[in-house]
């Protein structure tokens, strides 16, 4: 696939903000590295965001370390003040990719409403609203894509026993180690985790397809094909936002 990444910031092209959607599985994270690489933007994790605020204990991780250390979900407010601090710094002017927010609708209206009345106007950059892309996969797709996921303790190579198996069944193909199965690959979990993905994010889709600002793609076809697919949305419809 040709690459047009890595190009210097004057002649990159602008993306705007994009916010990936999709369930466990879906391949959110190896698409958030293929936009990166191709438009050179930054990928703003909000859940490396916290474990750096809580790592170098500034003022926003210490008031994070409180909740999460009674195991209580860090509060939307404190969340915004974390996730605003990160999208004033410069290399975000252009554009850049959001994993793991917004998670609600109330995420999702702060953030046009940052982006509208805070952020535009202490920015050079004109006034550009987030392109939300899901990622579709079929269910028993994702099923396989989960339960089928094994690690190896040693040199953390992934397998999946059923789409990509070892050489050896439930051994590492490099150093022949027994294969693991983390916590979050369990029966049980993976049905929580997907539950929880279809309540908390159809009203996160439904806001952004009532503005105009939702685009599906395929999740089931190979990485390269789906990324074409977004790369072409992203090109497709910058225009409109920005």
């Known amino acids: 696939m040709e690459k ?20 466990p599985g879906a391949g959110k994270g190896t698409q958030a590295k293929r936009i990166v690489e191709e438009y050179g933007v930054p990928q703003i ?7 750096s605020h809580v790592k170098n204990a500034t003022a926003l991780g210490r008031l994070a370390s409180e909740f999460m250390g009674r195991g209580d979900l860090v509060p939307d ?4 003040d ?9 290399d ?15 995420q999702a209206g702060w953030l046009d409403a940052f982006l509208q009345h805070e952020f535009f106007e202490n920015s050079r950059s ?6 939300v892309i899901r990622i579709d996969v079929d269910y028993n797709e994702l099923w396989l894509r989960l339960t089928g996921r094994r690690t190896c303790p040693l040199c953390g190579r ?41 309540q908390q994010t159809r009203p996160v889709a439904e806001y952004y397809e009532e ?21 072409q949305a992203i090109e497709t419809h910058a225009g409109d936002r920005c």
């Open 126 to 131: 004109p006034k550009c609203l987030p392109f």
């Open 82 to 90: 974390i996730v605003a601090e990160r999208l004033r710094a410069p």
């Open 158 to 198: 992934i397998y999946n026993i059923h789409l990509q198996p070892p050489r050896v069944d439930e051994l590492c193909d490099i150093d022949g180690s027994q294969l693991v199965t983390r916590n979050d690959d369990r029966d049980e979990v993976i049905r929580e985790r997907l539950l929880a993905y279809e």
């Open 92 to 106: 975000c002017e252009r554009g850049f990719v959001l994993d793991g927010f917004p998670r609600t609708a109330a």
């Open 4 to 23: 047009r990444g890595h190009l210097e910031e004057g002649t990159a092209r602008r993306t705007g903000p994009i916010i990936l959607l999709g369930p």
């Open 77 to 80: 407010e404190l969340l915004y």
């Open 211 to 231: 503005k105009g600002r939702l685009v599906s793609v395929d999740g089931s076809l190979p990485v390269d094909q789906v990324a074409r697919q977004i790369f």
């Open 45 to 51: 994790s909000t859940g490396d965001l916290l474990r």
